[in-house]
Nanobody
Framework: QVQLVESGGGLVQAGGSLRLSCAAS????????MGWFRQTPGKEREFVAA????????YYADSVKGRFTISRDNAKNTVYLQMNSLKPEDTALYYC???????????????WGQGTQVTVSS
């Protein structure tokens, strides 16, 4: 069992930056692939980024590649999403999630946090 708690969301102007954090409980955090997803009302949950258990492999959605960076600190049981050059279309509720296999598909993830809101004003 893994419990996830996101933080770091907020309101930022276009072009600004935010860093999201996701703190995980449990001693087996380092065995899990971690992902970030986002969702806006009426739309399906969208893949943003994922990172392997070692941090050696990362995946990004095309829409965020070059602007967002996913990283993890297994000693702190935490995964991060550094978001730069934010755009209004990045506005969403951002979730972190855990799974056993590296994937871009939300239905492959077993554990989810409650989400943190990111709002980018134009």
């Amino acid at each position: 069992q893994v419990q996830l708690v996101e933080s770091g969301g907020g309101l930022v102007q276009a072009g600004g930056s935010l860093r999201l954090s996701c703190a995980a409980s449990g001693r087996t955090f380092s065995r899990y692939v971690m992902g970030w997803f986002r969702q806006t009302p009426g739309k399906e949950r969208e893949f943003v980024a994922a990172i392997s258990w070692s941090g050696g492999t990362t995946y990004y959605a095309d829409s965020v590649k070059g602007r967002f960076t996913i990283s993890r600190d297994n000693a702190k049981n935490t995964v991060y999403l550094q978001m730069n050059s934010l755009k209004p279309e990045d506005t969403a509720l951002y979730y972190c999630a855990a799974t056993q296999l590296l994937s871009r598909k939300y239905d492959m993830y077993d554990y989810w946090g409650q989400g943190t809101q990111v709002t980018v004003s134009s």
